[in-house]
């Protein structure tokens, strides 16, 4: 190649294959601009001045004129085509008062037929659900088989007002011990670190406040181990929610494990934390704190482990069972069985079942009358 001639280099690529994979695209090319460049490449212009050629370039002009609905020139028509047959129409009896209701049937009527026959090509949806339930009562009955189904037009609802509760106010209240105060939401109410430590300190010496929800009030993990200290004191507190906040695992623990304390807590919330994911060591210490407490119902905790959430269930169950016995030992103790105790029933409120003795009701029982 050194000895070649750039004229005879040119003629030697005009020979080479385009599509030839072992030649680099740089020498499969034939085309060789041999202008000198007018400057370096600008794409923004080299678009404005394509697109301003594509604008001047006349368009081709039709020798026939375009008629909407017109074919110009001649339709190609496949010659293997087969031939369409015939419509025929089918003679069905359907019975004389079919046929009478059919012929006095209104178009809404064959509608409402279609629709409940499930025939959802010959229908729109509007129609469809008009037919079949009871929801769809301003349906259009002049819309007939040529329907178009539009879009349901979306129901407005007014954006929820931001949560009002003030936590100055709160704090205040629960130093006064307001009777009325028994119960304080502060859900989505972003609440600083400081004003939690103080309102945990106030409500270690309140007795008035029973349910408690500080769902995504940005708690930290600090204030949290303080209100740990809090439900080891307060014994009012029955109902406590602390979603979606930054507490971690082993806060979790400290939690769990201060409900021991007074047992007065019956539901607690505390899913959707900074960790997700507790951990086999964090669920198991917090199944063993769930089994050692007698008051509590309900929990919103989400464990990974089935063994935990398997016992964790089981636990709560019991825990409702108990109530269920206590409530029935009161009921008991209210009849006047005051040593019935859970099970046994109050004396004389059961019947005596005897055997019949006549051959042909051997195995039939019956109430005694004389008792």
Not at 38 to 47: A, F, M
């Amino acid at each position: 190649l050194t000895k070649l001639t750039s004229e005879e280099i040119e003629k030697l690529l005009e020979e080479t294959d385009p599509d030839d994979g072992h030649v680099p695209a740089s020498a499969r090319c034939t085309y060789h601009c041999d202008k000198v460049p007018t400057g370096p490449l600008n794409r923004k212009s080299l678009l404005n001045y394509i697109y301003e050629q594509a604008k001047k370039m006349p368009d081709k002009q039709d020798h026939v004129p375009h008629v909407p609905g017109v074919i110009r020139g001649k339709k190609w028509i496949d010659p293997n085509q087969e031939e369409k047959t015939e419509d025929f129409e089918l003679d069905i009896d359907l019975g004389d008062e079919i046929e009478m209701a059919l012929n006095d049937a209104s178009t809404q009527d064959m509608i409402d037929l279609a629709g409940i026959m499930g025939l959802h090509s010959m229908i729109n949806q509007e129609q469809y659900h008009a037919a079949v339930s009871n929801k769809h009562e301003d349906i259009d009955t002049e819309v007939g088989w040529d329907g178009i189904t539009k879009a349901t037009p979306l129901k407005y609802f007014p954006p929820e007002e931001p949560n009002p509760t003030n936590p100055d106010e709160v704090l205040e209240k629960i130093l006064e011990q307001d009777e009325e105060q028994k119960e304080v939401n502060l859900n989505n109410v972003p609440v600083s670190e400081k004003t939690f430590l103080e309102i945990f300190e106030a409500l270690k010496d309140n007795r008035v406040l029973s349910n408690l929800s500080l769902a995504n009030t940005c708690l930290t993990d600090w204030a949290a181990a303080n209100l740990a200290h809090t439900l080891e004191c307060n014994d009012a507190i029955e109902k406590l929610n602390l979603e979606s906040n930054n507490i971690t695992p082993s806060t979790l623990t400290k939690l769990f494990d201060a409900l021991n304390v007074q047992e007065s807590v019956t539901e607690l919330k505390a899913t959707n934390q900074a960790a997700q994911c507790l951990g086999n060591k964090v669920e198991m210490a917090i199944t063993k704190s769930i089994e050692n407490n007698k008051t509590l119902l309900k929990v919103g905790l989400q464990f990974e482990y089935n063994d935990c959430r398997n016992r964790v269930a089981v636990h709560l169950q019991k825990n409702l069972d108990r109530i269920r016995l206590k409530r029935i030992a009161e009921k008991l103790s209210s009849r006047g069985n005051v040593t019935a105790g859970y099970f046994a029933p109050p004396p004389g409120s059961l019947n005596i079942w005897t055997k019949a003795t006549t051959p042909e009701s051997e195995y039939e029982y019956y109430y005694s009358d004389e008792e």
